[in-house]
């Protein structure tokens, strides 16, 4: 606490610190700073995501179809809310912030507590559905194939459009699997876990059921996917090479695995920004209830951690923009 | 501490407030309201918004303008840029008002050629 407490004494040197530049304190300033190189930091991910976004105009997985999922409604087609919900969470929390930075201009101690409180159960909320978001993106709906280039082959019913988890069509082939021994490696590896379904019990499923069709990555002029007549759906199915179940770094049901591996990433790095900034929050939360600021003279320091706050929530109306809306 | 210098007038002094806690709820219902016609556009998707203007569709094009807006207010009077000295404000949002929009040119007409070099070529991507 040196540090701060140089910073109470009254300092008239011009030298020696006694000016403070911009009007704003060091603290303030460098915290500043932080921020503006972090912005960049986001934005270099969040271009990154463009480009790729814009390389794969055609065939980029669309939002509403990959995220559409709100507790307690199972089976229920909500794209959006969920995300809106987690938005609004977001921006109340930022809001009980500024008012605990309003009331520490104030010196009112109790009022401070309070919104830092509700600030951090906000912070926590929205850590928490993120975690959830990732649960549903990772674990996967419906199941599809991947094709030797890459592609994405999903399956829907012809006559409704809907899609068809592969598990309700899929036939079982009995087949035998001789289970890769870490002993009997060179290199002590075991053998992977495989998905539910082989592609042979997918492929023989889809060709017993005359209306299922493929869903293609492709999207058309007004921005449907689009879907392969049942002949081409035939011809593309051989082409499979994989059953993908849910999305990791390296294959994604949903389409292009560039978009789980950017979904990652981002809403990752930003996931992680609201969790270091719950934990500072709940930091000075502490230091408000035991009265350090009461004792320093002045609550800067939640003005300080407001600021951190506030740029989270800044960062995350773009990743909103970018990944749920455009 | 001269922290009662906030300035509380938003929209350009369209809208007056009596005091800074006035001013930050004032601040949460313009943004809820901003948030909502995206959440609500992005579900309805009016098939008037779906044309293009400037190779971009319309509709993104307002999200985008949305998000700037959100961004800007968030700034100003959440993280009080409105209060700081024009130095200080320069110093924040020009880097970024200068490198950001840089950084999306350069990568994404990038990016359009790949794409249509991808498109156009003579090389098969799906195999």
């Not at chain 1, 140089?6 to 403070?20: D, H, S």
């Not at chain 1, 506030?310 to 909103?320: A, E, N, P, R, S």
């Not at chain 2, 968030?74 to 840089?102: C, N, Q, T």
């Amino acid at each position: 606490m040196d540090i701060t407490a140089a910073e109470n004494t009254e300092e008239t040197n011009v030298w020696g610190g006694g000016e403070r530049p911009l009007k704003s304190s060091y603290g303030k300033l460098m915290m500043w700073f932080f921020i503006v190189s972090d912005a960049l930091t986001f934005s270099g991910f969040l271009v990154s995501y463009g480009f790729s976004r814009f390389k794969n105009m055609d065939s980029w997985p669309i939002a509403d179809e990959v995220f559409t999922h709100f507790p307690f409604l199972h089976g229920v087609d909500a794209p959006m809310y969920y995300v809106a919900l987690m938005t609004f969470v977001l921006i109340f929390s930022s809001v009980t912030m500024v008012l605990a930075v309003d009331a520490g201009h104030h010196m009112q101690k109790a009022k401070v507590t309070f919104y830092m409180l509700l600030t951090i159960i906000g912070g926590a909320i929205f850590v928490g559905s993120q975690a959830w978001e990732w649960k549903n993106f990772i674990k996967g709906e419906y199941g599809a194939l991947e094709t030797k280039g890459g592609q994405i082959l999903q399956f829907v019913d012809a006559s409704t459009g809907k899609r068809i988890a592969i598990a309700d069509f899929a036939v079982e082939v009995p087949t035998k699997r001789d289970v890769h021994q870490a002993s009997n490696g060179i290199w002590y590896d075991a053998g992977s876990s495989l998905p539910s379904f082989s592609v042979k019990e997918v492929v023989k499923g889809f060709e017993a059921n005359n209306n299922l069709v493929i869903k293609s990555e492709k999207i058309d002029a007004t921005g449907h996917k689009v879907f392969l007549s049942r002949d081409d759906s035939l011809d593309q199915i051989d082409t499979a090479v994989a059953v993908v179940e849910g999305a990791n770094l390296v294959h994604n049901e949903y389409g292009n695995r560039l978009f789980a591996d950017f979904f990652f990433f981002i809403t990752g790095f930003h996931g992680f920004h609201v969790l270091s900034g719950v934990i500072i929050n709940i930091i000075i939360f502490f230091n408000v209830i035991v009265g350090t600021y009461e004792r320093r003279g002045h609550y800067e320091m939640v003005e300080k951690v407001g600021l951190y706050w506030h740029f989270v929530d800044l960062v995350w109306v773009f990743v909103f923009t970018f990944f749920y809306l455009v | 501490m001269a922290h009662d210098a906030h300035n509380l007038a938003i929209f350009r002094g369209l809208l007056k407030f009596k005091s800074n806690q006035q001013k930050i709820w004032g601040v949460l219902i313009f943004l809820s309201i901003v948030t909502t016609v995206e959440v609500v556009l992005g579900i309805v998707k009016p098939a008037a918004l779906m044309n293009s203007f400037l190779n971009m569709k319309i509709l993104n094009w307002i999200f985008l303008i949305l998000t700037i807006v959100k961004a800007y207010y968030i700034a100003w009077d959440f993280m009080h840029i409105r209060d700081e000295k024009g130095g200080l404000k320069g110093s924040i949002v020009l880097p970024l008002l200068i490198l950001i929009p840089y950084l999306s040119f350069i990568l994404l007409v990038e990016a359009d050629y790949i794409f249509d070099v991808m498109f156009k070529g003579f090389v098969s991507w799906n195999f």
